[in-house]
């Protein structure tokens, strides 16, 4: 069966809540900082994008979640900051030290 598009982005939609609240919340605070780090002009250091990375690892490893599911948090994520570009930026940019801090 097959559905129309408007059907499935629907229900892809239904979706993402049930994935949110299995995403711990250190890797929604990770993903939103590292889409920012792609989306955001921040200017970000080369050093401080590298640990930025290695922090998403390591939470990502950390959240037990199979591939799929960090892949739907990731485009989650990403259809977030699409949204509202202006305030995914404003608010995630902010989460880049805590992360890198693991806090």
Do not use: H
């Not at 920012?36 to 959240?63: F, M, P, T, W, Y």
């Amino acid at each position: 069966m097959r559905l129309a598009p408007a059907a499935a982005i629907a229900l892809s939609i239904l979706a993402l809540p049930a994935l949110a609240q299995r995403a711990p919340a250190d890797l929604v605070a990770a993903y939103k900082a590292g889409v920012a780090a792609v989306k955001c002009d921040l200017g970000l250091a080369s050093d401080k994008s590298s640990q930025l990375g290695d922090a998403v690892q390591r939470i990502e490893q950390k959240s037990g979640l199979a591939q799929g599911d960090l892949d739907a948090q990731w485009s989650e994520t990403e259809a977030a900051a699409d949204a509202d570009n202006a305030g995914f930026c404003a608010d995630a940019s902010a989460l880049i030290d805590k992360v890198i801090a693991g806090k």
